[in-house]
């Protein structure tokens, strides 16, 4: 598997974008990367995935480099309730699993 | 509203005692899993099934045990051969297996022995 490297913590004040980076330097070009949060005590929420092409949905927009071997997922307007541990995951695309490493903690601050 | 529902949400268990966590979904989707996450730890792989009367063992399947009688129906019990079973335990669903289709998770079950 693909390792990935993620910054332990962040903090991001509240109303503005929050910019997440991720390595995925052995990446393959089978292999998705997703994006998952994880606010305590509660399950893992799917956040946003793609191959190569830059992806937005209603939750975050996620970059991934032309050489892929990094992406950013951008969370457009940051609140208090976006607190979490978010993790970025490399998938490939015949795998049944989803391995999360130790994610980066996500503080947005009033 | 479609999702996945996880009971009870706290669960004790007894010394010898088998244990069953329920997971249900309402999305239609023809995989289930099992994971569970131990404090500061990721996830890891317990059961999943791709369809209706069939499950695979993942990575760390002994001491626990799984049925898929029905497709929105995947519960897990915890036997009394599993002499670690402190953790939060997780389902999840996706339409398919692949890695292509995202995994979505219940709320948890947490379990604590007596």
């Known amino acids: 598997d693909a390792k990935t490297t993620q910054p332990t913590s962040m903090d991001c004040a509240e109303g503005r974008a929050a910019n997440l980076p991720c390595n995925h330097s052995?990446?393959?070009?089978?292999?998705?990367v997703y994006w998952y949060r994880q606010i305590h005590s509660q399950g893992p929420q799917y956040i946003i995935h793609g191959l190569k092409n830059n992806e937005t949905n209603e939750m975050a927009s996620l970059i991934i480099t032309e050489d892929r071997k990094s992406s950013t997922l951008i969370l457009p307007h940051a609140t208090l309730r976006d607190t979490a541990v978010y993790y970025c995951i490399v998938r490939v695309v015949n795998d049944y699993k989803l391995s999360f490493g130790a994610g980066t903690t996500v503080t947005v601050r009033a | 509203d479609g999702g996945i529902t996880q009971s009870p949400k706290y669960l004790f268990r007894k010394e010898g005692q088998n244990v069953t966590l329920s997971c249900e979904q309402n999305l239609n989707h023809d995989a289930m899993y099992w994971y569970r996450q131990d404090p500061g730890q990721g996830l890891r792989l317990i059961y999943y099934s791709q369809i209706v009367n069939d499950f695979q063992k993942g990575d760390i399947a002994e001491g626990y045990s799984v049925s898929r009688e029905k497709k929105e129906s995947f519960p897990l019990t915890v036997t009394s051969a599993q002499k670690n079973p402190t953790a939060f335990y997780l389902c999840?669903?996706?339409?398919?297996?692949?890695?292509?289709?995202?995994?979505?998770f219940g709320d948890g079950t947490r379990l604590s022995i007596l």
């Open positions: 052995t990446i393959s070009g089978n292999e998705y």
């Open positions: 999840a669903s996706s339409i398919s297996r692949t890695g292509s289709q995202p995994q979505h």
